[in-house]
């Protein structure tokens, strides 16, 4: 099993950064690859950007050049870095793990950008 805790978020102005941390703990070498998921009120859950375990990235044409997924493997964590915000980002954001599938979750953390 995989546990998954995030960090980050908050309120953020239009135009401005933050960072999201998700710190992976328990089974960790049975990830083959992370992402990160968003969900805005009324909305289906959208895959933001993954990175597998060779350091190959993704990223939904929504986000290309604004948002970078990111890891450090020492700590067992994974990054999202968003820049550029906009009211249309605000969402809660989810960290996932790939075993087989989409297995592990994060609670989730809320980004709430302000125009």
């Known amino acids: 099993q995989v546990q998954l805790v995030e960090s980050g978020g908050g309120l953020v102005q239009a135009g401005g950064s933050t960072r999201l941390s998700c710190a992976a703990s328990g089974s960790i070498f049975s990830i083959n690859a992370m992402g990160w998921f968003r969900q805005a009120p009324g909305k289906q859950r959208e895959l933001v950007a993954t990175?597998?375990?060779?350091?190959?990235?993704d990223y939904a044409n929504s986000v290309k050049g604004r948002f970078t997924i990111s890891r450090d493997n020492a700590k067992n964590t994974v990054y999202l870095q968003m820049t550029s915000l906009k009211p249309e980002d605000t969402a809660v954001y989810y960290c996932?793990?790939?075993?087989?599938?989409?297995?592990?979750w994060g609670q989730g953390t809320q980004v709430t950008v302000s125009s």
């Open positions: 996932a793990a790939v075993i087989k599938g989409w297995d592990s």
């Open positions: 990175i597998t375990s060779g350091g190959t990235t």
